[in-house]
Nanobody, 125 residues
Framework: VKLVESGGGSVQAGGSLRLSCKIS????????VAWFRRAPGKDRGGIAS???????NYADSVMGRFTISNDDAKNTVYLQMNSLNAEDTAMYYC????????????????????WGQGTQVTVSS
């Protein structure tokens, strides 16, 4: 399974970006996909997840501003990011794993087994 992220860039505070994650193939059967990010000097953390049933989960830090969605026909998962602020500056990673991750695990790295190389998002204030 190969994942390729795109859509990162530089944007002013208050702006929007849409990240894309192209997945070479989904796992056979149920699966989960998530977006993680690593800000400078901080640990990597999960921010949004979606599974093959369309169930979504968000970290508190992005709730109401970010939206995760998928297009199975295109094997692509998106992350729409609105109302960006400087704290959103980070490298963003897409990841996938087999099975429907329970909500309590869906934003934890342990569930996922394949990762992309990341795309940089920089928000200037």
């Amino acid at each position: 399974v190969k994942l390729v992220e795109s859509g990162g860039g530089s944007v002013q505070a208050g702006g929007s970006l849409r990240l894309s994650c192209k997945i070479s193939r989904y796992f056979y059967g149920p699966y989960s996909v998530a977006w993680f990010r690593r800000a400078p000097g901080k640990d990597r953390g999960g921010i949004a997840s979606i599974n093959s049933d369309g169930e979504v989960n968000y970290a508190d830090s992005v709730m109401g501003r970010f939206t995760i969605s998928n297009d199975d026909a295109k094997n692509t998962v998106y992350l729409q990011m609105n109302s960006l602020n400087a704290e959103d500056t980070a490298m963003y990673y897409c990841t996938t794993g087999a099975g429907r991750a329970p909500l309590t695990l869906s934003l934890g790295a342990a569930w996922y087994t394949a990762w992309g190389q990341g795309t940089q998002v920089t928000v200037s204030s």
